[in-house]
Nanobody, 114 residues
């Protein structure tokens, strides 16, 4: 299973980006799809997750600013990030939980300038 993440880049504070993650094995049968991030010198942390039913959960730091969604037709999970802050600067990774195993994408760098 391969996860291809894209959409990162450099943006000013207050700006927006949309990350995408395409799963080669599809996402219809996943238990959950999530976005994580790792800032320099920090541990990887959960940003947002969408489970099979479509329910979502977010880290407190991104609630109200980020939205996770999925498109089963295109095997893609999105992370819409609005009102970005310098503290959001990190490498963002997508994760797919199929139940029998979990897989990670290669990461996409998001840099937010003040």
């Amino acid at each position: 299973v391969q996860l291809q993440a894209s959409g990162g880049g450099l943006v000013q504070a207050g700006g927006s980006l949309r990350l995408s993650c395409v799963a080669s094995a599809g996402i219809l049968n996943t238990n959950a799809m999530g976005w994580y991030r790792q800032a320099p010198g920090k541990q990887r942390e959960l940003v947002a997750v969408v489970i099979r039913s479509g329910s979502t959960n977010y880290a407190d730091s991104v609630k109200g600013r980020f939205t996770i969604s999925k498109d089963n037709t295109w095997n893609t999970v999105y992370l819409q990030m609005n009102n970005l802050e310098p503290e959001d600067t990190a490498v963002y990774y997508c994760n797919a939980d199929y139940g029998w195993d979990r897989f990670w994408g290669q990461g996409t760098l998001v840099t937010v300038s003040s």
